[in-house]
């Protein structure tokens, strides 16, 4: 696709495990791959449930045979959905989140599976918060070929946005970018005074936006870009965006290097799609 940056060392990172809800993510991963023409690594991660210390070569034989076989099964699953080329094995050891994130190094996106109900210290939620690549969770592969971005109009959104056009670019779906722009408590003190000015408000940060979204429609002519601003909070107009979307992406600042924003993590939880959280730098 053109304008699609191609890393040639660059693979899909899935984190596989077996489990039936898995399926859907496992069949996001293999078209990523596909379309992005990389390698698909499939991860399985397992887990030492004892003190470091405690050696029972016998035990641990056992996981990891267990882990290859459910490799081995996956992997004849993703050749069956149409993965390109080789697919990889990978068995790490360790917590999941803290897994993928150290075999993440020169992955393009980072693919994993999510239930319905997101807990604290879930998968989704901790690698997503960890990981320096775009996190794709996948809960429903299925939805409108529409893939809908946040953004706050700042330089802080750009590789969001990025990402955003390329997925778009990349499966030839529309592309909508949503700004819920009240939110008084995240701004600097001089700008404030747009709040009692709800005209001059809307003004201001609609030329924003465009001014962020322009470099992106020169990138992808293709696409069609479609831009919305309300004078909601960033939950609410991505709540009322979310269900028209195949593909929601949202930037975070504090991804990969501490918590989630409360945005993101609101909306990890409540969406009912696939989400991808990007880490957020100045552009």
Not at 31 to 38: C, F, K, P
Not at 113 to 124: K, M
Request: glycine fraction near 10%.
């Amino acid at each position: 696709m053109e304008g699609v940056e191609r890393n040639q060392e660059g693979h899909v990172l899935f984190g596989y495990d077996g489990t039936a809800h898995n399926d859907a993510a496992l069949r996001w991963a293999v078209e990523e791959a596909r379309l992005r023409g990389v390698e698909l690594v499939m991860c399985h991660c397992w887990h030492w449930p004892y003190p470091e210390e405690h050696e029972d070569r016998r035990c641990e034989t056992i996981m990891r045979r267990r882990g290859e076989n459910l490799l081995e099964q996956g992997t004849r699953r993703a050749r069956e959905l149409g993965a390109p080329g080789t697919v990889r094995r990978l068995l790490a050891r360790g917590p999941v989140p803290e897994a993928l994130h150290r075999a993440s190094g020169r992955a393009e996106v980072i693919v994993v599976g999510a239930r319905e109900q997101l807990d604290e210290g879930s998968t989704a939620l901790e690698l997503s918060a960890r990981a320096g690549r775009p996190v794709v969770v996948v809960r429903d592969g299925t939805g409108p070929r529409r893939v809908v971005a946040g953004a706050d109009g700042s330089a802080w959104c750009d590789a969001a946005l990025g990402f955003a056009a390329s997925e778009a670019a990349l499966r030839e779906w529309d592309l909508h970018v949503v700004y819920g722009a009240w939110e008084p408590g995240a701004v600097a003190d001089h700008e404030l005074a747009l709040f009692n000015d709800r005209e001059l408000l809307e003004k201001t940060r609609t030329a924003e936006l465009e001014e962020a979204v322009g470099p992106w429609r020169e990138r992808y002519p293709k696409v069609e870009i479609r831009v919305s601003l309300t004078l909601e909070r960033p939950h609410e107009a991505l709540c009322n965006a979310a269900d028209d979307a195949g593909l929601l992406v949202l930037g975070d600042r504090s991804a990969g290097t501490g918590p989630l924003g409360s945005t993101s993590s609101e909306m990890l939880r409540s969406a009912r799609r696939t989400v991808a959280i990007v880490p957020a730098r100045p552009a």
